[in-house]
């Protein structure tokens, strides 16, 4: 995918100018990074310009709508057992969505050549491909071990960072890495059981689902800069198709017929509830495509990790789950790695602030 390589696409802001803030099309070094120590502190990363208030508001937004439909998404599927159905109904409202704000005048269309369509239709496959793999691998690998092996996709995406863009980050940054994968990993611990093929498919998974959430962040703060209503209305269609087909290779549609057939699913209710499912989607979409742009592709791996301990928390009040000491301590210990990254993200934007040099127009 092109959006991958040091070497940005043509900006198309000068087509479109009415559709991107000067921090847009401005503060972005990544996109002009030449992998030099130099080059890495002469301009602000676009996360350390946005205000701590405004990335804290979509963070928290974002941590409450994530934690919300995982929830939902549990109840919902211990009825509706067809994920790629679910994925489908999700995506095909967030195009719904984003086509009726696109009419209500929130956003307008850039102008995009073949190029940036071709990167969005790769973008689409590397997102379908994702799930696809995670799905694939948890039928191949304990839970729990699935679950160990997604805390490391902030390494990952360091290292992605590294290799593609040359981007590196505080040694506190790094530091506070380890409590949040370790404190993690403690509290989605359980029976590890796997294969070979099951532990590759896992870590492939994983650097996908890293690869992913920077492309996302690229899309939005690189050259092309995409508003995050405008990338998601873009996305949404190429991949409700994609799950639909994967919908109908793995049997997901029969089965949904055959369950309606012998009423094991009430239609009213079950049409209501995945309604209601979508539409949370959607606004997770929207709040996940914002949070990103603004707060970064590293905090948005972090969060997750984060989101694990919140989960497991809230299951403890919702579902009345047991919480032995190995996980009550992991928690603890990944809201402190947490707290050092926030310290660590907090003295990275005064840092780069503080040497900040404006980008000639």
């Known amino acids: 995918m092109s959006l991958q390589s040091p070497e940005p696409s ?3 802001l000068k087509e479109a100018p009415s559709l991107a803030s000067p921090n847009d099309a401005a503060v972005d070094m990544e996109a002009n990074l030449d992998r030099s ?17 405004v990335k804290f508001t979509w963070l928290g937004t974002y941590f409450l709508l994530s934690l919300l439909l995982t929830i939902y998404n549990k109840l919902v599927l211990g009825v509706f057992k067809f994920p790629w159905l679910l994925t489908f109904l999700h995506t095909s409202i967030s195009a719904l ?16 050549g073949r190029r940036e369509n071709l990167a969005l239709v790769a973008f689409s496959a590397l997102f379908t491909v994702n799930i696809a793999l995670s799905n694939l691998s948890l039928a191949m690998v304990s839970v729990p071990f699935y679950q160990t092996m997604r805390m490391l996709c902030p390494i990952f995406t360091l290292l992605i960072f590294r290799a593609w863009y040359g981007r590196t980050y505080s040694t506190l940054t790094y530091l506070s890495l380890v409590p949040l994968i370790v404190g993690a990993a ?12 099951g532990f590759l498919l896992t870590i492939l998974g994983v650097i996908f689902a890293a690869l992913k959430t920077i492309v996302t962040n690229r899309f939005m703060t690189g050259s092309l800069a995409l508003p995050p209503v405008e990338f998601l209305f873009r996305m949404s269609p190429m991949a409700a198709a994609q799950a639909l087909v994967f919908a109908f290779a793995t049997g997901e549609v029969d089965g949904f ?14 049409f209501a509830s995945l309604l209601g499912n979508g539409c949370l989607a959607f606004l997770l979409n929207i709040s996940s495509f914002n ?15 984060l989101k694990q301990c919140l989960t497991v928390l809230l299951g403890i009040f919702i579902f009345n789950v047991d919480v032995d000491l190995l996980k009550g301590t992991g928690m603890a210990i990944t809201m402190l790695g947490a707290a050092i990254y926030s310290k660590a993200e907090l003295d990275n934007k005064k840092r780069q602030q503080t040497g900040y040099k404006q980008i000639p127009q």
């Not at 676009?46 to 701590?52: M, R």
């Open 10 to 12: 043509p900006p198309l």
């Open 291 to 305: 949070t990103n742009k603004l707060a970064g592709a590293l905090t948005m791996t972090v969060c997750g990790n």
């Open 97 to 112: 969505g984003t086509y009726g704000m696109m009419h209500r005048g929130y956003f307008k269309l850039s102008r995009l």
């Open 186 to 197: 403690m509290t989605t611990a359980g029976e590890m059981k796997f294969s070979d093929a």
């Open 37 to 53: 120590e130099a080059a890495s502190q002469s301009n602000l990363d676009h996360e350390y310009s946005i205000p701590s208030a």
């Open 257 to 270: 017929r055959q369950a309606l057939a012998n009423s094991e699913m009430s239609g009213f209710a079950t």
